[in-house]
């Protein structure tokens, strides 16, 4: 097994982490959402390519970048999910790839090919990985930034590496903190001289190239301002309003500690600056957590490719004794086989869904637009209001009913109520206009998910008004907790 490893080319690397990807992602291509944030990115890719620019009739406070991603599939594609999620899952095995390549640097091949495939897998599994999140189209220029600065420093390798890590920061802004963090070692290690002046010119070239990409269309329109504020202030709101600083210390104790070991075990004379250069990134990540003061399962996609290389090299200074290493190859095997468990249970899913309602798509965003569209016809259900499962917006053929509810859980974050245009001045006022005045024909909850609940006052005008004007149309899954209210004033079909 370690000889054929050592044997492979890069090619075959390659295409071992494409199907590799994809086999162990392909059976979550027919979920309707895995996580809310991906259902939002897709709406406002749609958005774009019906001609509106993010943050202009529809908002959500995630980078430009983003939406142009999820914007180009669906330009190219069509309203494909499968084609969303296999975009998905190439840009997973291409940050394995580079991972696999930056792990060159400090580790040897073998090591450095198990980096990259526990690349796919952490990227892929556990939580919400199986989407596609802003943090995955972060972690590919990121991981491919580092690797242009582990090579010569070149003039064109130090542009082309600061407009990587521009592209990563347009996908993810919190990524500025690390990556000055990566930019300030990289000009100090040259010294306070004209060398590390000009490493710093290049690196900052690059990045403003690659923000002043992501802002053009901004600029020509004259629409800048938008930016700061959707983008810059509604953030700073946002992190300021859901801190939770003492619940980031343990992964900043965990990084802290492999850091350590790696100084011990890892660390030699011939990969010392890639050495501090990696410590640079994770030590950036720390900080940009506790500033953040949040962490969220797909946070961690951001760092996982740099973490495992420290606990891949870690586990390889390990004096494993003789018999270990001869079992070793099948322990890996079947620990990979058995490790993916979510998408096997996920393909039995699918089946259910082949088998209940003559379709591979499957969850409760299909489910509840399906039914409506088969009782109601393709117009009436354009304007519902969907509070939960609102990727079901897009399969309706529709958008939501105003521009912050382009994901539901912004009507109850207050602090981000003066960043957005064109809206009411509060959640109460928000949730009113759309239920007297844009007078949704139906609405969509999971009640044990319930955005408004955690408003009081917003939750209780919403109880009153479903039971003034709306009645309970069609309740799904097991529990019911997924159900659809009618309109009174319209007909029962």
Aim: net charge positive; with cysteine.
């Amino acid at each position: 097994m370690w000889s054929r490893i050592s044997k492979l080319s890069p090619l075959q690397i390659l295409l071992i982490f494409v199907v590799v990807a994809f086999l162990i992602r392909f059976p979550f291509f027919f979920r309707d959402y895995v996580d809310h944030d991906e259902s939002t990115f897709i709406l406002m890719g749609q958005a774009l390519v019906d001609g509106y620019l993010p943050y202009t009739k529809y908002w959500d406070l995630k980078p430009p970048m983003v939406f142009y991603f999820f914007a180009g599939i669906i330009a190219v594609f069509g309203k494909s999910m499968i084609a969303i999620r296999a975009a998905g899952s190439l840009v997973v095995a291409l940050t394995a790839f580079y991972s696999y390549k930056l792990s060159r640097a400090y580790l040897d091949k073998i090591a450095s090919f198990f980096v990259g495939l526990l690349t796919i897998y952490l990227l892929s599994l556990f939580g919400a990985m199986q989407g596609v999140m802003s943090e995955h189209l972060a972690a590919l220029p990121l991981v491919l930034g580092m690797l242009y600065l582990t090579k010569k420093h070149t003039t064109k390798n130090l542009i082309l590496a600061g407009f990587l890590f521009g592209l990563a920061i347009n996908f993810r802004l919190n990524l500025a903190y690390a990556i000055f963090f990566v930019n300030a070692f990289v000009c100090l290690h040259a010294g306070l001289n004209k060398a590390g002046i000009k490493k710093g010119i290049f690196l900052s070239i690059g990045s403003i190239l690659a923000v002043i990409l992501s802002l053009l269309p901004y600029i020509l329109t004259d629409q800048l301002a938008l930016i700061k504020t959707s983008v810059i202030d509604a953030s700073i709101a946002y992190s300021a309003a859901s801190k939770q600083t003492l619940k980031t210390l343990p992964l900043i104790l965990a990084v802290a500690l492999l850091c350590g070991l790696a100084y011990k075990f890892i660390r030699s004379k011939e990969n010392r600056f890639n050495f501090y250069l990696l410590l640079s990134m994770l030590f950036g990540q720390a900080i940009m957590f506790l500033i953040s003061g949040k962490v969220n399962g797909h946070y961690l996609i951001q760092v996982f490719p740099f973490l495992l290389i420290i606990f891949v090299g870690l586990i390889s200074k390990i004096p494993f004794p003789k018999k270990f290493n001869k079992i070793a190859p099948k322990l890996i095997i079947a620990l990979f086989i058995l490790l993916p468990m979510e998408s096997y249970l996920e393909i039995a899913t699918v089946v259910d869904s082949k088998k209940k309602y003559d379709r591979l798509y499957n969850g409760e965003g299909y489910n509840t637009a399906h039914y409506l569209m088969e009782h109601y016809g393709t117009e009436l259900p354009k304007n519902s209001f969907y509070l939960n499962e609102h990727i079901g917006y897009w399969i309706l053929n529709t958008m939501s009913p105003t521009a912050i509810t382009m994901h539901p859980s912004n009507l109850v974050r207050e602090t981000t109520f003066e960043h957005v245009e064109n809206i009411q001045s509060d959640p109460l006022s928000e949730l009113k206009y759309i239920l007297e005045v844009k007078k949704p024909n139906f609405i969509i909850v999971d009640e044990d998910r319930n955005q408004l609940r955690g408003d009081s006052i917003v939750f209780d005008y919403y109880k009153n008004s479903l039971e003034k004007y709306f009645t309970l149309e069609k309740e799904f899954t097991p529990d019911k907790s997924v159900k659809i209210y009618k309109r009174k004033s319209i007909a029962v079909q």
